[in-house]
């Protein structure tokens, strides 16, 4: 013989099974939690900050393409500043070039290439490309760099986006040729990093790169783990 529940032991059953369902429906329903770093403006300087903006510890960085501790920086601090800061709203990252040279001025033009949004994945992908171009910086003969200082803004960098692999690494993200051009020939780009350059060096007083100011004050360090403590210590001051 089958046993059959009594009407109470089915109901509570039934009422157990309802409940469960319930609790899934919440969950799939559940918004995610905002992640801060798909939040981007432009500050009145022309420069990218990424992050909630009302955040507790506003973290600016002076950074050059050409410098290899910031590609150092880029490629030990970026995930976890990212995951671990700037999605959970603690920290507004504020990216300042510091142009130091004419391919540094190339490289800083085409990361903007796509505006605000697209920003942060061409700074990144410039940064990792990093060995290869300082190689064939390395390897460019006499009558390249020469051409590099020739021309307009514009034409020196798409010299030298082609030379150095820079125009190849920005084509494999889908910008094309035309669209490369005109971020390169961008009069206001081009101002706005010089304007950043310039603020650095005489209202900031950065003499080298990577700079890092914590709400306002020079960090002094320019390693991840050494900014991260910092970083940790700002977030506990009252």
Same mark, same amino acid.
């Given at each position: ?13 039934? *009422?157990?099974? *309802?409940?469960?369902? %319930? ?16 939040? /981007? ?13 009302? %955040?507790? /510890? ?22 976890? *500043? ?24 190339? %490289? ?15 700074? &990144?992908? #410039? ?16 009558? &390249? ?14 010299? #030298? ?6 125009? %190849? ?36 007083? /950065? ?32």
């Amino acid at each position: 013989m089958v046993a059959i529940p009594s009407a109470p032991l089915a109901r509570r059953a039934a *009422l157990g099974a *309802l409940a469960a369902s %319930a609790m899934l429906l919440l969950t799939a329903a559940a918004p995610a939690a905002p992640r801060w770093s798909a939040t /981007v403006t432009t500050s009145g300087i022309g420069a990218y900050s990424v992050g909630n903006p009302a %955040a507790k /510890v506003k973290l600016v960085e002076y950074f050059s393409y050409t410098c290899h501790v910031c590609g150092d920086f880029a490629k030990a601090g970026s995930a976890p *500043l990212k995951a671990q800061y700037i999605d959970k709203g603690l920290v507004l990252f504020e990216y300042r070039n510091l142009v130091r040279d004419p391919v540094d001025m190339t %490289a800083a033009l085409l990361a903007r290439c796509g505006g605000p949004k697209a920003f942060a994945g061409n700074h &990144q992908a #410039i940064f990792a490309a990093m060995p290869e171009m300082l190689a064939r910086l390395n390897k460019a003969s006499d009558a &390249q760099k020469t051409s590099w200082f020739e021309g307009t803004t514009g034409e020196r960098a798409r010299k #030298i986006a082609a030379d150095t692999g820079l125009a %190849a690494l920005m084509t494999a993200r889908g910008y094309t040729a035309a669209q490369q051009n005109a971020c390169l020939d961008s009069a206001v780009a081009q101002a706005e990093l010089t304007g950043m350059t310039n603020i650095g060096r005489n209202a900031d007083r /950065v003499a080298g790169t990577p700079t890092f100011f914590i709400n306002g004050r020079n960090a002094e360090v320019v390693a991840w783990p050494a900014l991260k403590s910092k970083l940790d210590l700002a977030l506990k001051a009252p």
